[in-house]
């Protein structure tokens, strides 16, 4: 499924690495997309309007994507998001691919502790 990895490679891109969080969703996700977020509504709209100010709004944050999986209809993006004031986050987003555009989304976050029993990091 190369046309859905190049796809999400672009999103990836667009919405994590330059923050373009209107730009992605009108190029890749579709109008009947279904959020698994209990935090945010169904829709391209309402996402839109809820990530926004946590990615472009917010200058200083970063969102280093640490791995990409696509496997069929389905892909996965690993990042590790930093904001100013608050501790850094382990992210999962799940992705679901139809007709070569985003349908649906789950994600899982974690937050970074300060100290870890080991000494391999999360990332």
Avoid at 45 to 61: H, Q, R, W
């Amino acid at each position: 499924m190369t046309g859905n990895r190049a796809a999400f490679e672009a999103f990836c891109d667009l919405f994590y690495t330059q923050k373009r969080v209107g730009d992605a969703f009108a190029r890749l996700v579709s109008d009947d997309y279904i959020q698994h977020n209990p935090n945010v509504p169904d829709g391209p709209a309402a996402a839109i309007e809820m990530l926004t100010p946590k990615f472009a709004g917010t200058p200083d944050s970063r969102f280093e994507i640490q791995r990409i999986l696509v496997d069929g209809d389905l892909a996965m993006v690993h990042v590790k998001a930093s904001r100013p004031g608050a501790p850094d986050a382990a992210v999962a987003d799940i992705y679901r691919f139809e007709n070569g555009r985003i349908v649906e989304h789950w994600d899982v976050l974690q937050p970074v502790p300060g100290h870890a029993v080991h000494d391999h990091p999360m990332f």
